[in-house]
């Protein structure tokens, strides 16, 4: 291989990189959002529940956990081992958000000391995956 080939294969390799790198646009700020959205509904669901409230309405709370669900598994291009973490984060997330449901409506109803630290244990996940993706925009080739 001469340098004029080398040259021209390197060039190739950029022009793939960086149009993947276009492909890959990171809504950070949304993922944040998202979190912060289930954060407030899963504390007011909580906070102004009472024992007759229908079993439907916590079904509401899961369009952003759903939205989060979709955005990580249709992610384009991903540094290696993010898949496993976002799988990871977005499981324990819905373990979380059951538990907390759950066992908040059934026992705790309109309790803040249940629902507030309840409310950001749903919200981790979407921190967690925020920031999974602040670290991947800012180092493109680093592992988590």
Known sequence: MDKNEATEALASAD???SRMRGR?????PVVFLLGLAMMVMTAVYGLLIEPSTQY?????????????????????????????????????????????????T?????????????AVLCGMP??????????????PGARP
């Open 24 to 28: 890959n646009r990171r809504p950070g």
């Open 56 to 104: 439907a309405v916590p079904v509401v709370l899961l369009i952003p956990f759903f939205t989060l669900v979709i955005y990580t598994a249709t992610r384009p291009v991903l540094p290696r081992h993010y898949r496993t973490l976002y799988a990871l984060a977005t499981t324990s997330g819905a373990a979380v958000y059951t538990l907390v449901v759950t066992l908040g």
């Open 106 to 118: 059934v026992f705790f109803s309109g309790d803040p000391l249940w629902w507030v630290p309840g």
């Open 15 to 17: 022009a793939v990189a």
């Open 126 to 139: 979407f921190l967690v995956i925020g920031m999974l993706e602040r670290k991947a925009a800012r180092n």
